[in-house]
């Protein structure tokens, strides 16, 4: 009997699978269409390349760092900057503690890179849209009163970020190869990134 879930989704749930448990590049279309239930030809209906099909699994399958931005920038001024910093940094540490493993084998294969690369910029997305998207948010918060006039936005945004996506891998060699808690983490970049935006 058919499943009542949709092709694409059933593909997308299949593709996250396959990427987080043995990697991007052994996730090969074949195996992506297998996991899902359909076939080759069915998968590049709803998808051009598997780099696409990699982008749509970043986009729809993991915690939405860019709608929050996009939201946030666009009406400032509702929760607090600490509360708004936190919850950004809340769900930046969950999306690349996601991702990380996910595209850490894009890093091993030069080609495959320049592939994905491509095909990123071809989809007008790429990891450099949170960090032009948390500064946009700033400069807003920056035009409301809520940010110091002459603060440095891009730098702030970046160091934030910067910060969640070392977590994803920064403390794996520890003896206890355990990450600090999302929650404290979060709260504790959104404190100190506040001392120098007041």
């Known amino acids: 009997m058919p499943s009542a879930t949709p092709a694409r989704e059933r593909i997308l749930d299949a593709a996250h699978e396959l990427m987080r448990t043995v990697g991007l590049t052994r996730a090969t279309t074949k195996e992506i269409a297998r996991v899902a239930g359909c076939s ?14 990699f982008i749509r699994v970043l986009s729809e399958r993991l915690p939405r760092l860019t709608p929050l931005l996009r939201s946030l920038a666009t009406e400032p001024g ?5 509360e708004n910093l936190t919850e950004i940094a809340r769900q930046a540490v969950l999306f690349y503690e996601q991702s990380f493993p996910i595209a850490a084998s894009l890093y091993a294969q030069p080609q495959l890179k ?14 450099h849209l949170p960090i032009e998207g948390l500064d946009t948010y700033l400069r807003a918060e ?11 936005t891009f730098a702030a945004a970046s160091l934030l970020l910067g910060a969640c996506a070392q977590r994803a891998f920064a403390y794996d060699a520890t003896p206890s190869g355990a990450r600090p808690p999302v929650d404290a ?14």
């Open 40 to 53: 080759e030809a069915a998968l590049y209906k709803h998808f051009a390349s598997k780099e696409e099909l």
């Open 78 to 82: 509702g929760a607090s900057l600490e």
């Open 114 to 127: 320049r592939r994905h690369d491509d095909a990123m910029r071809e989809l007008g997305t790429g990891p």
């Open 142 to 152: 920056q035009a409301a009163g809520r940010v110091r006039a002459d603060a440095d």
């Open 185 to 198: 983490f979060a709260h504790r970049l959104s404190r100190t990134l506040l001392a120098g935006l007041h």
